[in-house]
């Protein structure tokens, strides 16, 4: 049996970028796999400081947010990275196996860098408290992007090492490309971006949401002129929610003229609150249930401990600790 793991950085509200690119994939693991386990990374986003009552908040909204776009918890082991704290001792452990050269090359730290951030200890090790998330519940396949595949690889780097020096105790994970590599534009038509100011929440106020979709920049062309879906944001939004024949239809209407941009962002509209809405409704029900969120996050706690503790005997045995 192949157990699938994943980690997602609680990071600021969800927008439809990461609902597509990644939320979506993670949910879907659960039909594909018998054994799935997704935690919220709050140990890594403390490399960037967040204030404490804003990483509680959105640690806690993260929860609340996949468990309304479908995750199960009845299907996938759904914790908390801090709740399973041998984590910590786990990388401490791998540490010791990881050379400096090794994480002075990480893309991740290098671009910190670039970008003028003092850069924490925190901040270089990321990639070795990653490899002890994946490590601890011997993971086979893990889900990344592109911009995680690195971290993956140094991964697999550690825990060869770790192998070679005492023994095969962990297990060497693979990367899983689930296919759906879409890159979901912005209002700008750059990547969707907390950081470019440019996205569509995914539970968003409708009203905000619309103005939002109003905001999409377009080329000037008027009413009557032909246009070319193609290379519009307009349309390559609409397409993540829109069945094929719906899809057809719009383009065919920009083709022919006399279709706006503005009845094009009302079509997007649209399928937007019908895309989401089982989601919100959801949502509106857990978020009047806090108790159940605790639950869920505890009895994947418990969960995950068990499969952390059997590692963790065997690894302090190897290294000596024991
Ligand atoms: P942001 O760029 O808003 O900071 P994150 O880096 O926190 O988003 O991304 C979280 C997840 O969502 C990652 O797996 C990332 O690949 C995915 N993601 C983010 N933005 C997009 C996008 N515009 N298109 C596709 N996937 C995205
Ligand atoms: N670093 C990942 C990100 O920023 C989140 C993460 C932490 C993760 N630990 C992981 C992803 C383990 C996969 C496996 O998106």
């Known amino acids: 049996m192949k157990r699938v793991l994943t980690g997602i ?75 399973v704290n ?37 901040l270089f090790s990321y990639p070795v408290l990653m490899a002890a998330d994946i490590l601890l519940y011997h993971a086979n396949l893990v889900p990344v992007g592109k911009d995680q595949k690195q971290h993956l690889e140094m991964t697999r780097d550690i825990a060869i090492r770790f192998n070679q020096q005492y023994g095969d105790v962990l297990t060497i994970p693979e990367p899983y490309i689930s296919g759906e590599v879409a890159v979901v534009p912005g209002t700008d038509g750059q990547k969707m971006s907390k950081s470019y100011n440019n996205t569509i929440e995914i539970f968003g106020e409708p009203k905000a949401i619309k103005k939002k979709i109003m905001s999409i920049q377009t080329d000037s062309k008027g009413l009557e002129e032909p246009k070319d879906p193609d290379t519009c944001t307009i349309f390559a939004l609409y397409k993540l929610f829109a069945t094929p024949e719906q899809q057809a ?18 079509a997007l509209f649209d399928a937007y609150m019908d895309f989401f809405a089982p989601m919100r409704k959801r949502r509106e ?28 005997d065997e690894v302090r045995k190897a290294v000596g600790l024991r």
Not at 22 to 40: K, P
Not at 92 to 116: F, M, P
Not at 288 to 304: C, F
């Open 249 to 266: 239809e719009m383009a065919e209407r920009y083709r022919a003229g006399n279709y706006g941009y503005g009845h094009a962002k009302l």
């Open 86 to 122: 041998v984590v910590c001792e786990l990388m401490w452990i791998l540490n010791c196996q990881t050379g400096v050269g090794l994480l002075e090359r990480a893309h991740s730290y290098k671009d910190k860098i670039a970008k003028g951030f003092a850069p924490n200890n925190g």
């Open 9 to 83: 950085q609680p990071s600021g509200v969800l927008h439809i970028g990461n609902y597509f690119g990644a939320i979506r994939s993670t949910v879907r693991l659960q039909e594909e796999c018998d054994d799935a386990v997704v935690f919220i990374a709050d140990l890594h986003s403390l490399t960037v400081q967040p204030k404490p009552e804003e990483l509680r908040e959105r640690v806690r909204g993260v929860a609340v947010d996949f468990l309304a776009c479908g995750l199960d918890p009845e299907k996938v082991i759904f914790f908390r990275q801090s709740d």
């Open 285 to 312: 029900e857990l978020l009047a249930d806090p108790g159940y969120v605790d639950a869920v996050l505890k009895r994947g706690a418990e969960r995950a401990s068990e499969l952390a503790h059997a590692t963790m």
